[in-house]
């Protein structure tokens, strides 16, 4: 496996988003409303603590609490949660616990991505792909934000470069550790199960060739935590009440939160939803050039959030999941050079712009 390389990437372009983002913050502070109180005193540390940090540190310190009605803990996935509460019991702030967390999920994930890209692809690919995804505009997501994404990442890439190297338990325990991490059982067990299927065939079917299922079992043991505590199983899907994440057309087609937005405020939904729409696109054509597997995982990854958000708003980060995605882009590009500059040129600049924004606490995701 090949470290160098990714490592290199990973480290030049966290360096990158927190100069960027620490410029930001020292020049005009935070603006917007998503600032997590916290005692970090150093703004190139501060400026990961925003949004979402606030539920992972109280589910690392305090654990699970739940809510029918409002927003609450039990919507956060519980293996990131529970590496940085590990992490704060080496003795660091619960925040920088999980500012390290990400920092070492993110560089392990463009390791394995960039592995699992040359076994699929070839390496020239995978150099572009590992380019792709490192200036794409919410990679900063994986250089730092106390999120989980650096990590699932990490796991569905170790999942599906394990698959393709014969070691199908393996394959089957990362791809459970996934589902315990963010909602996207779906896509990972679809996946990994018909990308296995795929490279069985011709062979006779057995009960080896449904090992994949095994993998939402990071999903039914956190289900089956929150029946034990909370009495509801899917707590995670109830309490989204709290955010607006409503059932029925209204929300699935999204009229109802985008009726409330006018002029600019429709700008950023509609960045997203493009960014979704054009996954999709591309998660439809690796069926002819990673197979099928890939194109149902990439499809499902994308699609889940893209159906069930509520204004589209964080697309852009859940893209990141869709690692076939990065690696069909890089080869759309490849042969135009043009093409390839342009498109880099113009994702760097807006991780560029995102960062900054995150940074200094606006709403981008």
């Known amino acids: 496996m090949s470290f160098r390389r990714p490592l290199v990437t990973w ?5 990158g988003c927190t100069a960027v983002g620490t410029a930001a913050l020292l020049a005009v502070g935070v603006t917007g409303p998503g600032q997590t109180p916290n005692g970090v ?6 400026l990961w603590v925003r949004w979402d940090a606030g539920w992972y540190q109280g589910i690392a310190d305090r654990g699970y609490e739940f809510s029918a009605t409002a927003q609450s803990s039990v919507a956060y996935f519980p293996l990131y949660a529970l590496c940085v509460k590990a992490l704060a019991a080496l003795g660091l702030d619960t925040f920088v616990a999980g500012i390290v967390a990400t920092w070492l999920f993110g560089a392990a994930a463009f390791v394995v991505f960039f592995a699992w890209a040359r076994q699929v692809a070839g390496d020239e690919i995978a150099r572009r792909a590992l380019v792709v995804l490192a200036v794409w505009p919410f990679a900063f997501f994986l250089y730092g934000a106390i999120y989980s994404d650096a990590l699932f990442l990490l796991l569905v890439c170790g999942a599906f470069l394990a698959l393709e190297k014969d070691r199908l338990a393996l394959a ?3 791809g459970a550790l996934a589902t315990a991490t963010r909602p996207l059982a779906p896509a990972v067990v679809l996946g990994l199960l018909a990308r296995h ?3 069985r065939r011709g062979q006779p079917f057995g009960i080896a060739s449904l090992a994949p299922l095994l993998s939402g079992a990071g999903l039914a043991a956190y289900m089956g935590y929150l029946w034990w505590r909370f009495g509801d199983p899917v707590a995670f899907a109830t309490t989204q009440v709290g955010w607006g994440q409503l059932s029925g057309p209204a929300s699935f087609l999204k009229y109802g939160a985008l009726s409330e937005l006018q002029g600019a405020q429709l700008v950023l939904p509609a960045f997203h939803a493009a960014l979704a729409v054009g996954f999709i696109w591309l998660a439809w054509r690796t069926r002819r050039s990673l197979g099928w597997g890939y194109a149902v995982y990439a ?3 994308v699609g889940i959030p893209l159906v069930t958000s509520r204004d589209f708003i964080g697309l852009g980060r859940y893209c990141l999941a869709a690692a076939p995605c990065f690696l069909e882009l890089a080869r759309l590009t490849s042969p135009r050079p043009r093409a390839w500059l342009l498109w880099t040129g113009a994702s760097a600049l807006l991780l560029v712009w995102m960062t900054m924004r995150f940074a200094t606490g606006r709403y981008i995701s």
């Open 197 to 199: 299927l795929e490279r």
């Open 172 to 174: 089957v325990a990362l």
């Open 41 to 46: 005193r150093w703004p190139w540390l501060e």
């Open 11 to 15: 480290v030049l372009a966290a360096l």
């Open 299 to 301: 499809a499902a990854a």
